[in-house]
C-alpha cells in the first residue's frame, strides 16, 4: 500500500535511474571519439504499480504508481543506414582498387612521352627511312640497330611491368584473404558472445559496436548480407555468391552462424597453377595456402573441360581469382582449411573439374569490393599484354617479311652446291628466348652452308628452332637478331637482297640501293589487321589476313615485293594509340567512380552518424536534464524524511 515509505521509495528509484542515466551519457560522451561506437540511451520505463482492491472500494478505482526504472540501455542505430553505407563501401572498394592498379598500367606506358613506345616506334620507321637514303654507310644503318633494340627492350619491359602488376594485385588478394578470415574469426566470436550476453538479460552494446566495425570493414573487401537472427546474432554471407549444395539447390556459403555447430566456410588462396604432366594440358596442381595461411599449404587437381577457348578461359578465370572456398574447424587442424567443391565435399585425391570447383568468382555483376577489384584489374592488365604481344607480333612479321623478301620464314635444310636457300635465315627480329640460345650456330651471312656448300645438321636444326619460334614472338621476348647487331651492314636494303644465298644474284643492284629499306619505312602507313592477330598465327597467316592473299604484292614504284593494306586494318602506331587511349578511359572511368562513390559514401555515412554518431551538444543538455530530475529525486527524498520526522518524533508531543 501507499504511504510515506513508498514515496521515499519512489525518489530512491527516480535517483537509480537519473543516476544510470548520467552513466550512460557519461559513457557516450567519453567515446565521443571512438571509432564504430553507436550513441545510447537509456530506456526508462514505469514500475509496476500498485492495484486498488475494487472498483467498489472507497477510495476509488484506480492504480498508484510505484517509479521509475531503466528497462534497457538502447544503441541508437538503423539498420537500413548501415546496409547502404556497406553497400556503397563495396563499391567504392572496387574501384579504389582498380584505381590504384590502373595508374601503375599508365605510368608503365607512359604516354605521350620522349621515351614511350609510340614515340620510339616513330623513331625505329624514321630510321629505316634514313637507311633508304643513305643504305651504304654504316652510320645510318647503327642508329638503326640502335632504335629497334630500344623498341624491342621498350616492349620486353612493358611486358614485364604489366606482369609485375598482375603479380601486385595477386599479392594485394593474399593479404586481404588473410585479413578477411582473420576478421570472420573475430566476428564468429563476437557473434557467440552477444548471444551469451542476451541470453542472460543484459545489452551486450559495446560488443555489437565492434562487430558491426568488423562487418564495415569486411564490406569494403566483399559484398557481404547480414541477416539478423535470434539474440542479437546474425547470419553473415557473401553477397550473390553461387554455390550448389548436396540437394542441387543454390545457396551462399555461410561465413559467420548463429549455431555453433552450423558449418562455415573461409577463404583459401591459391598459391600456384603449374601444369600437372608436361603434355597434357588440361589437368593442372594447385597448391593453395589453407584459410590464407602461408605456413600451411595443400594441393589438389583440377581438370580443365570443353574446347581450347573455353579451356583458357577456365585457366585466366582461376589464375585471375585465386580464392577458393575452404573448411574451417577449428578442433581439427587436419580438417581446417581444406578446399571444397560446389557441392560443399573436402576435395579429394581425384582431379576435380573446372565446373565443380567452388571458386570465389567475379562474373556476377553484383558482387564487389577490393577482392572484385584486385581481379578485374588482371583481366585488364591481361589484356594489355595480349594487345602489346599482337603489336610485337604485328611489328616482326612485317618487317621480317619485307626485310627477307618471304611470306614465310621458310624451312631450314642441308643444301647441295648452287641450290638456293628457302629459309629466312636472317630474319630482323627474332623471338629472343630461342635465339639466344641457338645464337652460336648463327656465325654470319653464309650461316647454310660452308666453304664446300655442306652445313652440319645440327645445325639446321637449330635454325629452324630460330624460324619456328617466330610464331611465338610476343612482347616478352622480341628482340632484334644479334647478327644485324654484330655486323650492321648484314641489314638488307637493296632490292635483290632477297637472292642472300649466291653473292652473284645481287649485282643487279648498288650498294646505293635503298628501297627495301624504303619499303619497310612505308609498313608505318600501311594498315594491318593487328586486332585479329592470335596465338599461333605465323607470318604467312598475318600477311593473308592483311592482304587477302597468301603472297606479297609487288611494289612497282620500288620494284619490290611489300605488304598491301587492308582498309579494314589500322596503322601499327595508330593500333597502340588506341590501346593507351582505352587505358585512358578506364582510369578516367575509375576516377570518376572513386570520387562518385566518396562523396556518395560521405553523405550516407554522414546521416548514419547523425543518427548513431555522438553529439556533445545534446549530451550536455540531457547532463542538464538528469541533473534537474536527480536534484528533483533528491528534494523528494528530503521532504520525506522531514514529514517522517513529523510523523515519529512530533506525535510524541
Known sequence: MSGLFSTLNVGKRGLYAQQGALDVTSHNIANSNTKGYTRQRAIMETTRPFGMPSMDNQVGPGQIGTGVEISKIQRVRDTFMDYQVR??????????????????????????????VSTLIGKFFDAWQEVGKHPEGSNSRTVLASQASTLANELNHTYNQLTKVKENAQESIKQAIFDVNNALDRVDKLNQQIMAVKISGME??????????????????????????????????????????????????????????????????????????????????ITYLKNGDKDRTATFTVKLTGTDQEKEAQFKRLE??????????????????LAVDK????????PVEFKDLALFDLKDDEYKG???????????????IEQMNKLAKGIAFSVNAIHSGKKDAGTAKELKPGENIQADYMPFFVNGEIADKNYKIIDGKKVLYDSKNNIGTTKVDALQNVLDA???????????????VDDVMQIKTRINDEKYDLESNNTKDGEKDGARALAIAQLRDTLFKIQNITKDMNRGKFIENATGDKNLTKDITLGLDTIKGDINGMKVDSYFKDTVDKLGVQEQEAQRIVKNQGALLKEFSQRRESISGVSLNEEM?????????????????????????????????
Open 204 to 285: 551486450p552494446n559495446d560488443l555489437m559496436d565492434k562487430r558491426d566495425l568488423l562487418l564495415d570493414e569486411l564490406s569494403k573487401k566483399f559484398n557481404v548480407v547480414v541477416e539478423q537472427d535470434k539474440f542479437g546474432s546474425i547470419n553473415l554471407k557473401p553477397k550473390y555468391t553461387k554455390t550448389v549444395d548436396g540437394n542441387g539447390e543454390v545457396s551462399n556459403p555461410l561465413l559467420v552462424r548463429k549455431n555453433p555447430n552450423d558449418e562455415v566456410m573461409r577463404f583459401s588462396y591459391v598459391k600456384s597453377i603449374e601444369p600437372k604432366y608436361e603434355k597434357k594440358t588440361d589437368e593442372y596442381k
Open 320 to 337: 585471375q581469382s585465386r580464392v577458393i572456398w575452404s573448411t574451417s574447424d577449428k578442433n581439427d587442424d587436419t580438417k581446417n582449411g
Open 370 to 384: 577490393e577482392l572484385k577489384g584486385f581481379m578485374t584489374v588482371q583481366q585488364d592488365a591481361d589484356d594489355y
Open 470 to 484: 617466330e610464331t611465338e614472338i610476343t612482347a616478352a621476348n622480341i628482340s632484334i637478331n644479334k647478327q644485324i
Open 621 to 653: 543538455a540531457n547532463i542538464v536534464q538528469y541533473q534537474h530530475a536527480y536534484q528533483a529525486n533528491a528534494k523528494i527524498i528530503a521532504t520525506t524524511d522531514q514529514l517522517l520526522d513529523v510523523v515519529i518524533n512530533g506525535l510524541k508531543r
Open 343 to 350: 557441392n560443399g565435399g573436402v576435395i579429394g585425391k581425384n
Open 87 to 116: 553497400r556503397e563501401t563495396s563499391t567504392l572498394g572496387q574501384y579504389e582498387a582498380r584505381d590504384k592498379y590502373l595508374s601503375e598500367i599508365e605510368g608503365i606506358f607512359n604516354e605521350p612521352s620522349d621515351t614511350g
